[in-house]
């Protein structure tokens, strides 16, 4: 009911202001159904009308999980609709872009609530952390891949440029390598690691340390992201290495080191979501260094 009233009011502020014609307020719809359909439930359940079963409550449920992840791409619709950014023929661009960064940002988070909050519980799943990983990392080439080109916009006649291939061929090197992760790890147990995942970070991370771009500051924001992946694929392995050894004992609570690649996965992600093109001219018109 909360969140119902607080919606209200958005809506009521945006009817005022003229402004509901936009990507972030049409989507803003989309979370108002969400919110219209778990109010009706949990109303209908407190009147008795509604019989409270496993499925009702799975469904009530994933609603509310949804609503987590919609409500961030609702904050990155209204960030990018508020500066102007993904217009300009570069729709695809911000997509991968953003779409991307987001993925390695989540992960980390998850990853860091999991090793925080349910760390000896992570030992009782059927398999290793990176199968997990591998699945993000094959989710996210999947989406370079058929994005960097501009999918959404340009003709099926357009010509390919070289940072169209190479920026593809990175999508498609994260698709087989997430892939092959999947494979590998698909009948492992929490024990049994595997380096695949890093491997490939540290891989993509030293292609865009040597990707130059026509802007400077383009180039260092690239800099900065393969940094971050090459120290991720590292201390990732550093951490398979150390734990799977045995030179460091397991225990209830992770070791400093093993927060290592969870800091650099957020980088990352921070990184990319801030080298697309759009918000690099952004930052170069509010003369920001």
Known sequence: ?????????????????????????????????????????????????????RRIDMVYRGIGVAQFFFTYVAMVFGVTNYLGLCSQGH?????????????????????LVGMRVCGPMMMNLRRPPEFYASIVMMTVGLIGTFTEHNFFQSSASASWSHKDLQHTFIGVSWL??????????????????????????????????????????????HFLFGAALVCLGISSICEITLMASGFVREKGEPESFQYLPVLFMCLSGIFLMGSNRDMILFLINSQID
Request: proline share 2%.
């Open 91 to 111: 729709l695809g661009q911000c997509i991968s872009h953003f779409a991307r960064g987001s993925g390695l940002m989540m992960s980390s988070m998850l990853l």
């Open 176 to 221: 087989a390598g997430g892939l092959l992760g999947v494979l590998m790890t698909w009948r492992n147990g929490p024990r049994d690691r595997t380096p695949i995942p890093s491997i490939i970070y540290i891989a993509t991370g030293i292609s865009m340390i040597i990707h130059q771009q026509d802007l400077k500051m383009a180039s260092h924001t």
């Open 1 to 53: 009911m909360t969140g119902a009233l607080f919606a209200f009011i958005g809506i009521l502020f945006g009817w005022v202001n003229g402004h509901l014609d936009n990507i972030y307020a049409r989507f803003g719809w989309f979370m108002l159904m969400l919110l219209v359909g778990q109010t009706a439930i949990s109303v209908c359940m407190d009147l008795g009308t509604l019989r409270r079963t």
